[in-house]
């Protein structure tokens, strides 16, 4: 892997930073002192002034296999020269048939489908639709209702925004989709505090969706969907036995269980989804982000047989589902996907980031006890750190931190005053310890 260099990016520095506004970032902070990266190699981001950061976030959950991997670069390049595109709707191209069959392979059980579209966010309304629509082909039409969770992230469509519980995401869109209940967030800082893994308290909260059964009436609820990790709200890992729960109540009342598996997939809890380590198999997963390396957009929905199958019915010349996307399954995505699943496969980077989860553990909780620090949460390759608010300004600590992260060389997330980490799977372990070494220094120069 290539060492970290200092070498200035010729003309990278863009003499306009008014233009573009710039999403979930405080814009006109970023424009007076922005952070600006001109490339990326292995483990680490280079600026635009030539200064190496180490990635510890995988871009955004997403470089599982690190940046700039030769194989998945030339499969793009191969793929633009050949087939630049090919209509998505009637027409197809051969490789979306490979991809959807590797991921099938890839997938647990009986999820066996995938439909494709290009973010999160469309995967989760793709998954809503899907749930909604199964329903009504089986003459259940009234089980419109959706249950999505408190603190969930699954994305900013209307759909995604409606069953995610993250308040600023949702606020100032007006009323949202109709019939949404949430379950409670798992989240207990007394019960939960420094676990490393699935904590042992909360399980019990999966009883919950009884509780809003009982007041919708089963035969109005359509789907449930939660993040087995929820991720963006600031790292939160099931607590033990509750998505088993969540199955069984699921299927004892004919809802359809999703699992939002955008972050989770490939590799970064150990498993190329979640839902494996778990044992669960939900109705559908959505996926994005790791599915090519981060290097295409590139999403989807796993979808179980019998909900395909549901739809296969009628005419076999009239269209099953009225969904799709002008760049579904588009061949830069799906070239990029398998030569980012060749990659995950010969380097067995799933099972590396399950080798290395205990270190990884030890390393960041080795930061209890620093100032601020108020819990740590450790699962897969990922790290959730939550830092005391500033009484005057939430966010503003872990605002800090980031920012002077990035000037030390390492690049964190930030969600409110909690710091996010997630590696690309291909971490050593010195890098492991240079991350959180590095954080330490932060944390202890916070103000
Ligand atoms: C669980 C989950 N769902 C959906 C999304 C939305 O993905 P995108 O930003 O690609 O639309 C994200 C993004 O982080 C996510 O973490």
């Known amino acids: 892997m290539p060492q970290a260099r ?3 990016v010729a003309g990278a520095v863009p003499n306009d930073l ?13 424009k ?5 990266i001109a490339r990326a190699k292995g483990m680490h981001y280079y600026t635009v002034e030539g200064r190496a950061v180490l990635d510890g976030t995988a871009g955004l959950w997403c470089c599982n296999a690190g940046h ?5 670069v030339a499969a793009i390049s191969r793929q633009a020269a050949e087939l630049d595109y090919a209509p998505a709707f009637q027409f197809s191209h051969p490789k979306a048939f490979e991809l959807a069959s590797r991921l099938a ?55 995604g925004i409606s069953v995610g519980g993250i308040a600023p995401n949702r606020k100032y869109f007006g009323a949202l989709l109709a019939g949404v209940d949430h379950l409670p967030h798992t989240y207990n800082r007394e019960k939960q505090a420094f676990t490393k893994g699935e904590p042992e308290w909360g399980g019990h909260l999966a009883d919950e969706l ?40 699921c299927n004892k009342h004919g809802i359809l269980l999703i699992f939002d598996e955008v972050i989770t997939a490939f590799g970064r809890l150990g498993h190329a989804f979640a839902a ?19 290097t295409v957009p590139m999403a989807g929905v796993m979808v179980k047989k019998g909900v395909y199958d549901a739809f296969m019915n009628g005419p076999e010349n009239t269209i099953e589902l009225f969904h799709g996307y002008t760049y579904s399954a588009h061949p830069l995505a799906c070239a990029a996907a398998l030569a980012a699943l060749d990659v995950y ?18 390393a960041a909780m080795a930061l209890k006890g620093l100032p601020h620090v108020l819990d740590i949460r450790t699962i897969g390759l990922v790290a959730g750190i939550d830092l005391a608010s500033r009484p005057d300004a939430v966010g503003g600590r872990a605002y800090e931190a980031m920012q002077k992260g990035f000037e030390q060389g390492i690049m964190m997330r930030i969600t409110a005053d909690t710091i996010a980490l997630s590696p690309p799977l291909i971490v050593r372990e010195s890098e492991i310890s240079e991350i959180f070494d590095k954080l330490g220094r932060v944390i202890r120069g916070l103000g």
């Open 6 to 8: 200092t070498e200035a």
């Open 18 to 30: 008014e233009s573009f506004w710039i999403p979930f970032t405080p814009n006109r902070a970023f």
């Open 32 to 36: 007076k002192a922005p952070r600006l």
């Open 68 to 72: 700039g991997r030769d194989e998945i």
């Open 105 to 159: 392979a890839l997938a647990p059980g009986e999820l066996d489908h995938a439909f494709f579209c290009n973010s999160g966010s469309e995967a989760v309304d793709t998954a809503l639709k899907i749930a909604l629509a199964y329903h009504n082909v089986r003459g259940q039409a009234s089980r419109v209702r959706l249950i999505g969770r408190e603190r969930g992230y699954h994305g900013v469509g209307f759909g």
């Open 210 to 249: 009884d509780r809003l059964v009982a007041l919708h009436d089963a035969s109005t609820i359509a789907a449930v969907i939660v993040e087995p990790m929820a991720g963006s709200t600031g790292v939160l890992p099931p607590p033990k036995g509750y998505l088993e729960r969540l199955r069984a109540i």
């Open 276 to 294: 494996e380590r778990y044992g669960v198999e939900p109705d559908m997963i959505t996926f994005a982000k790791g599915v090519t390396s981060g």
């Open 345 to 362: 496969r010969e380097e067995r980077l799933f099972e590396r980031a399950k080798k290395l989860e205990p270190v990884w553990a030890e």
